[in-house]
């Protein structure tokens, strides 16, 4: 198992955060969690909205071939309402972080792996995009009903995570 976020975090503070924190209680570690979290979902913000861009790509031309795609839609609807529960997400972990700068760090690094391995899931859903935009390259229509099928499932599959991720966060009053 990686390394303890929190611990991580800690161990690369400069020495004006560590005077932050001692007469703070804990104000610069709190900074720093809220500053990591937001930094991670602006890149899955990113991740999705650079994929939509892809993926609008691959449907025009998908059309233009003359061919229909329901599926196509779906993924849209479903990138762009993923992409903004992503965006508006709560911000910073406040539920794990109590009045006097203590940090509750295994509810954190629970919550914390559980981005990571949502963060590879999202990088996974990015390559099927990427294969279906080298396969409208090479216009191998041929392939595309069961890949898209497949990216569709994909995306809602992630959805479905995030919103476990929500539930998550609520239960621990986040």
Not at 138 to 162: A, C, M, N, Q, Y
Request: proline letters at 2%.
């Amino acid at each position: 198992m990686s390394a303890n976020p929190v611990d991580t975090l800690k161990s690369s503070e400069g020495l004006l955060s560590k005077i932050q924190n001692f007469f703070g209680r804990g104000y610069s570690d709190k900074e720093n969690l809220r500053e990591l979290d937001r930094k991670l979902r602006d890149a899955y913000y990113q991740s999705f909205k650079a994929m939509r861009h892809r993926w609008e790509e691959i449907y025009l031309a998908y059309l233009q071939a003359g061919r229909k795609g329901d599926d196509f839609k779906k993924v849209i609807q479903v990138m762009d309402r993923l992409a903004e529960k992503i965006n508006r997400a709560d911000y910073g972990y406040a539920g794990l972080l109590d009045r006097k700068g203590s940090i509750r760090e295994d509810e954190l690094t629970r919550i914390f792996e559980f981005d990571r391995a949502l963060g590879s899931e999202i990088a996974s859903f990015s390559s099927f995009v990427d294969g279906l935009y080298a396969d409208y390259e090479e216009e191998s229509w041929g392939d595309f009903p069961p890949k898209v099928k497949k990216i569709r499932s994909t995306i809602l599959e992630l959805e479905r995570k995030w919103d476990e991720r929500e539930k998550q966060f609520r239960s621990l009053g986040v």
